[in-house]
């Protein structure tokens, strides 16, 4: 019997680790990255414009991300990483889903965060 509750544990101590690895891993940039805002807006402009808007303010497609709701206190960089790898159910929109971004690296997605970022601030959002 407590054999058989340890394998229980066991079992379910790895589904849970398991999970955590595919789910919750937050994608790292290197060791040491300076994100660059102007290596981020070609990139931004290739791989996210069509939904967030060349402007940033959103399209027929997605959110605004010059919006408060994007603010760094509310969306962290992490979440960035989280949204192009995984994508992002619909929560806070009507907009649908957001599907995840292919042939962007951590770095990449970094530098498309500090254009991001800088663009905020312009607009006051902080
Ligand atoms: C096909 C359309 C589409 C593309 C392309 C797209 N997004 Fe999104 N994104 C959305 C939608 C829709 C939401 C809003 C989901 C909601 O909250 O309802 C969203 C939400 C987000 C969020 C918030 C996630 C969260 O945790 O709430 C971030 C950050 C984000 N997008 C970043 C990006 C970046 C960076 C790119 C480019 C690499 C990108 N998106 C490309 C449609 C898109």
């Known amino acids: 019997m407590k054999t058989r509750n340890l394998l229980v544990a ?8 398991g ?6 891993d ?23 414009a069509e939904c967030h808007g060349a402007m940033l303010t959103g399209s027929d497609k997605g959110p605004p991300l010059l919006h408060k709701v994007y603010e760094p206190s509310h969306h ?3 979440s960035f990483q989280l949204a192009v790898k995984n994508g992002s159910r619909q929560h806070h929109w009507k907009f649908g889903d957001m599907a995840p971004v292919p042939g962007l690296t951590p770095d990449d997605v970094a530098h498309i ?14």
């Open 113 to 126: 965060t500090a254009y991001v970022r800088g663009q905020q601030r312009r607009a006051g959002v902080r």
């Open 26 to 48: 937050i994608p790292r940039p290197s060791r040491g990255l300076m994100p660059n805002p102007n290596l981020g807006k070609p990139l931004y402009e290739g791989k996210c």
């Open 10 to 17: 066991l079992a379910a101590a790895s589904i849970a680790t």
């Open 76 to 78: 962290s960089d992490a």
């Open 19 to 24: 999970a955590a690895a595919q789910g919750m």
